[in-house]
């Protein structure tokens, strides 16, 4: 502490520039391999940052390889590397939000441990956060990494959630963004367990800008998301966004129960000037069958909010800690208890 409030630079004419904090929070995930090649290029461009003294917070998610073991050598290596080990793997959404609340510093910036986030870009983090911004996202400009299956999954994610839900994302928005201590802060204060970072960056509000970024290769390890594990990640930002999807089956139920009382009387109309033809059992079957399935999808659709609510209620800790490397154990903030009443 006194090392770093002693940290200051003399500027040019004589008055003292003061030392900004950041911690760099990067959650991995089996990323063994390729963490000493991160560690190497993102130590080349933040030296060349000035006035900032810098702490890089590694949130081991759990991994089964050497990880935590690769985070523990880097440490060894230099102080200014700590790490945070969870208990199991919770997943990326959990691991930022425990980086975010033990990150100490005037900003925090996000990314990921696997070079896909080229480290260049802190260096316009800096300087939109030093020009006022609270908030500098990053937006990759190109998707050609991406195989064509998840670009398109992820443009119609963006459409359809821009559609219905409330706080827009700026499009191309990934989780690579400096925060100022007061967006940290809010972030840390929301205290759902359902997380959907993108969304939650964007519900908090305050000033932010853009900065784009050409998206780099993955140089170790593989990606670890799986279609499934992407289709529940869209399905929950846009629950927890929006509330269109629980309300849009009444609209439909009424259109179809107009068109069916429409229907009946026409029916009745024809029986009595034409007489009845028996028959009708297509008819009968093919309404039966449209309107079990209405009401199958509309249970559907409440279950997935009485689901979040069942996990809200429960009250579990967002995650829990199993070790701390270098650092100090306590979290900047205390997270969020909800009590029932
Ligand atoms: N990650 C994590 N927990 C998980 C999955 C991934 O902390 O359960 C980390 C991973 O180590 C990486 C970042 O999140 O630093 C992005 O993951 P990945 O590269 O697999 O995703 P993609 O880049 O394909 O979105
Ligand atoms: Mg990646």
Not at 104 to 133: K, Q
Not at 137 to 152: G, H, N, V, W
Request: proline share 4%.
């Amino acid at each position: 502490m006194l090392y770093r409030s002693l940290e200051t630079r003399i500027g040019l004419q004589g008055f003292v520039v003061p030392t900004s904090q950041v911690t760099i929070v990067v959650p991995v995930f089996n990323e063994a391999e390729g963490l000493p090649r991160f560690a190497r290029e993102l130590l080349a461009t933040i030296d060349r940052i000035r006035d900032i003294a810098w702490t890089v917070l590694f949130v081991d998610d759990g991994s089964s390889d050497e990880t935590r073991a690769a985070i523990r050598a880097l440490n060894a290596g230099d102080g200014r590397f700590q790490g945070l080990a969870l208990s199991r793997n919770f997943g990326k959404e959990t691991a930022i939000a425990a980086g975010l609340r033990h990150a100490r510093g005037d900003a925090v910036i996000l990314m990921d441990g696997d070079l896909e986030h080229p480290p260049e870009v802190l260096a316009s983090f800096i300087e939109n956060w030093r020009a006022g911004y609270r908030i500098v996202f990053a937006r990759r400009i190109d998707k050609e990494t991406q195989s064509p299956l998840r670009r398109f999954y992820s443009q119609a994610f963006h459409r359809v959630f821009s559609a219905i839900a409330h706080p827009r994302i700026p499009a191309g928005a990934v989780d690579f963004l400096l925060m100022d201590r007061k967006a940290v802060d809010a972030m840390n204060q929301l205290g759902e367990r359902t997380r959907f970072s993108k969304g939650l960056y964007a519900w908090i509000g305050f000033r932010s800008t853009t900065v784009p970024f050409l998206v780099g290769e993955r140089h170790a390890g593989q990606s670890s998301w799986r279609f499934r594990s992407l289709a529940r990640f869209a399905l929950d930002g846009i629950v927890s966004f929006s509330s269109v999807p629980l309300k849009v089956w009444s609209y439909l139920g009424l259109l179809i129960s107009v068109l069916a009382i429409l229907y009946g009387v026409l029916f009745v109309i024809r029986t009595l000037l034409f007489g009845a033809d028996v028959p009708g059992f297509p008819t009968l079957v093919v309404s039966i069958m449209i309107f079990s399935g209405v009401q199958l999808i509309s249970l559907g659709v409440l279950g997935e909010y009485v689901a979040r609510i069942y996990d809200e209620v429960k009250g579990r800790p967002l995650f829990l800690v199993e070790e701390t490397i270098g650092g100090t154990a306590e979290p900047q903030s205390e997270p969020h208890i909800r009590r029932i009443a």
